[in-house]
């Protein structure tokens, strides 16, 4: 098999026969984080660097690790070419992680570019690329509609003002961008930059925000917005799930505690953001929205990389030691059977212990996509293969993209679905399945069902 040819990741004859009735379906992408102010105005992209690693934290990470200088890499002196030399330079080193895989399939599919990246190669490929990503052809929008894409949900703070959804809505991508109502800001209340938070949410809504009625009524009223603008799920990203049940007069007591600039005990920060996400549930519930749950996640652990760079540059990890199920227990029996729960893990040791759980909970509640770091051939087949085992396939809610990035949409949602034609060819030649079961669960997997649970 040659690198990337047709048959990548496809080693049996029954899992190419699977991939042939799934591998052209329409996209559906349930979380990403677009630039929804980029996608509006239909900027063009400058260059491949500008298009493919000017967001790409997974890019940076694997940079760092060959000893690029961070000049080249993140700097504000430093040209896009400069920055792109530098990545050729050492990508032949960055074989055997997804990213080598990701942005090469990113240059074939998208660009028609099948050269090898390298430094022998920069040269070509930077000019080959720009050719053609500064035409009308390779704006953000034509992208999309290229890549099939049929429904996208960013990530929206409850402070956004959403014009460029406004916007979305009535150009040529009319319904395929909605917004998602992620409300982090909100609820981390001990934060140093909560505070300034909460005046910026009550400056966006018109409203003081002197008690906790005061606070929910603004989430509530920013849920609405969003919800006239097509949003069908929110989305919570927690290191540890805590969700138990507090006493509203408790909560708006840590509320004012907070808003008077008095520092919050870890208990009293984890009992306020547990009273949080039930009050978002709730919202989640009314409307028939799914109520999506990303924890796992150790931020910001490389402290010089933070101190330079801020947040969100390629210094998360997660720990296997974290409470998955007890902190998330009060949450899913409040709202059994009246709310859709996807569960995200980071760890993939937790897999068949999350697996366990959204088994026990029934059809509302499920094991999402392999997420992060997971979000490769290894941690997809293996979260695909356990999942299955422990609860069941067809309970799965298909594949997210978890982007930052326009260009590798298409590339994402393809390594899945050859995975998944992998998994489930290998179960049709051992006898476990007939292969007409196993396309009719591709095609569920790979489109069907997150059509449907979602409410695309």
Known sequence: MAFL??????????????????????????????????????????DLWEAEASTDHYVWELMRK???????????????????????????????????????????????????????????????????LQTKEFSPQSLILAMNVEAMCSTDDPADTLEYHEILAKSRLAGRVRPTFRPDNAMNIEKETWNAYVEKLGKRWNR????????????????????????????????????????????????????????????????????????????????GWVFQLHYGAVR?????LFDSLGADVGGDISDHAIEVINPVLPLLNRFDNRLKVVLYNMNPAQNATLAMLTRAFGANVCLGPAWWLNDSYIGIKTQLELGASIDLFSNMTGMVSDSRKILSYGSRFDVYRRTLAGVLGDQADRGQMSLDTAKKLAKRLAYDRPKAFFGF
């Open 208 to 287: 003081s925000m002197d008690s906790l009625d005061d606070f929910l009524d603004v989430l509530a009223q920013a849920h609405d917005a969003m919800g006239k603008l097509g949003t069908i799920a929110s989305d919570h990203g927690v290191t540890t799930p805590f969700a138990y049940q507090l006493d509203k007069a408790v909560a708006d007591m840590l509320f004012k505690k907070a808003r008077a600039g008095e520092a919050l005990s870890s208990a009293e920060a984890a009992a306020f953001r547990g009273y949080f996400l039930n009050e978002m549930a709730e919202l989640d519930a009314k409307k």
């Open 66 to 132: 060959c000893g690029v200088p961070e000049e080249l890499i993140t700097g504000k002196e430093a040209s896009n070419y400069d920055k792109w030399k530098a990545l050729a330079g050492v990508f032949e080193l960055f074989a055997g992680n997804p990213t080598y895989e990701w942005v090469h399939l990113d240059l074939r599919t998208r660009l028609g570019i099948d050269l090898e990246i390298n430094a022998e190669n920069a040269d070509a490929i930077w000019e080959a690329s720009k050719a053609k």
């Open 300 to 304: 910001n652990v490389r402290k010089t």
């Open 5 to 46: 040819d047709k048959d990548y990741l496809l080693t049996t004859a029954s899992a190419k026969a699977i991939y042939d009735g799934i591998g052209a379906l329409p996209i559906l992408d349930p979380h990403n984080h677009c630039d929804v102010k980029a996608l509006a105005e239909d900027r063009g992209f400058q």
